[in-house]
């Protein structure tokens, strides 16, 4: 699990988030720093306790969709792919390989269930997803990086 997490201004600073109250937006908050590379979090209970949260802020947050809940009580972060994004070379596969077959990806980045029923032509599944559609860090295009050895004034007047 990395030690470092981003948040979208688009997420929480949306009516639905700040409507929550302040303990839910914690316990988000908490889940989203202890999920592993993919979003997924097995201690959902654990983090709402050591936190102080009541059992309906976590109720409250997958009620508004901000997490996925499964069976087994293993929750996901709805808006994990539009919050962070770590590279191949640094991700660490999610244990709960099982779950992420029934989850797939919508084209505004956001994780949401199968549905077998639609067929979900629009909807791209997590496991198959085609890496071509995101940029690589490490092979970005050298013109959009400022080079810091050599200053734009380099000349000096007079």
């Not at 709402?48 to 947050?61: H, Q, Y």
């Not at 901000?66 to 792919?81: M, N, P, T």
């Not at 991700?91 to 505004?108: C, D, G, M, R």
């Amino acid at each position: 699990m990395a030690n470092r997490r981003m948040f979208s201004r688009s997420v929480i600073k949306s009516d639905a988030f700040v409507s929550m109250p302040l303990s839910s937006q914690a316990l988000y908050l908490h889940i989203c720093m202890e999920a592993d590379d993919d979003g997924f979090c097995s201690n959902p209970e654990l983090i709402r306790k050591s936190i102080g949260a009541r059992r309906c802020d976590l109720m409250n947050l997958i009620e508004k969709s901000f997490l996925i809940s499964f069976s087994d009580g293993v929750v996901l972060v709805k808006h994990w792919l539009i919050m962070n994004y770590i590279q191949s070379d640094r991700k660490k596969p999610t244990e709960y390989q099982s779950h992420l077959a029934e989850i797939s990806v919508k084209p505004n980045r956001m994780y949401t269930l199968l549905d077998s029923a639609k067929g979900g032509a629009c909807k791209q599944n997590v496991s198959k997803m085609d890496a071509k559609c995101i940029q690589v860090v490490s092979k970005m295009e050298a013109d959009c990086i400022q080079n810091g050895s050599k200053l734009d004034t380099q000349d000096r007047l007079g």
